[in-house]
């Protein structure tokens, strides 16, 4: 496994070399593959040893047919050397879970909570895991690639 000039992956690679199963960088864009049973130590130690201050995004990706059939996706920011790494966690269709990184960033709060509604993976220890973007009543997770297209969902009268 290279670190392709990365600090970031160096340190994390030196950190934990049990957990991080794969790294590549291109055109400066450093990207990790993790074990998803050890995010939280990881990110934890990236936020405050490799000053990844910043989280940008999480998001997920669907890999319908493979198993692990989920990647949930980590886009981080260090402000003060100017570095991005990208971090990715497997996680399999049965369980559909991960920690939650809200302890540690404020950020992951409303999009883990995106990630739930529209893949129904699970974030262990979310302070308030629930829909986002679709009603309570919505059935299923529309981004999942096995979600039909053509289904229709329940109305539902208006709120007061």
Known sequence: MEDFGSPALRKLIDGFPDAVKLT?????????LVDATRIEAMMRFLRDEADF????DVTA???LGQIPRFEVVYH???TGPNQRLRVKARVAEES???ASMVSLYASADWME???FDLYGIRFDGHPDLRRILLYDEFDGHPLR???PKERRQPLVGPRN
């Open 24 to 32: 590549h960088a291109d055109h400066g864009d450093a990207t990790a």
């Open 53 to 56: 201050d910043m989280l940008l």
């Open 61 to 63: 990706v669907d890999y």
């Open 76 to 78: 981080l920011y260090a």
């Open 96 to 98: 559909a879970e991960i």
């Open 113 to 115: 909570r995106e990630v």
């Open 145 to 147: 690639k096995d979600y």
